[in-house]
C-alpha cells in the first residue's frame, strides 16, 4: 500500500519492523526493503540488503565482505 503511494519512508519502516521479526518475515522485509529504496533513489541500500538477505546469519552487513553474486 505505501509503495503504491510512493510513501517510501513509511514503507522503511514497516521494512524494518518485519526484519526485526527474523526469519519468519525476511522474504517480505526484504522486497519491501529493497523497493522502498529504489523509490528513494538509494539503489546502494537496496543492493546491501539484498546481500544481507542472502548472508543473513553474518553479524556484519559490510558490503566489501561478500561474494559477488
Do not use: C
Request: aromatic share 14%; glycine share 8%.
Amino acid at each position: 500500500m505505501f509503495l503504491e503511494q510512493q510513501l517510501y519512508g513509511n514503507a522503511l519502516q514497516i521494512g524494518k519492523n518485519l526484519w526485526s521479526f527474523g526469519m519468519k518475515y525476511s522474504e517480505e522485509a526484504t522486497e519491501i526493503l529493497k523497493k522502498a529504496y529504489r523509490g528513494l533513489g538509494r539503489e546502494n541500500y537496496a543492493e546491501l540488503i539484498r546481500l544481507h538477505q542472502l548472508h543473513r546469519n553474518r553479524k556484519s552487513a559490510d558490503i566489501y565482505d561478500y561474494e559477488p553474486v
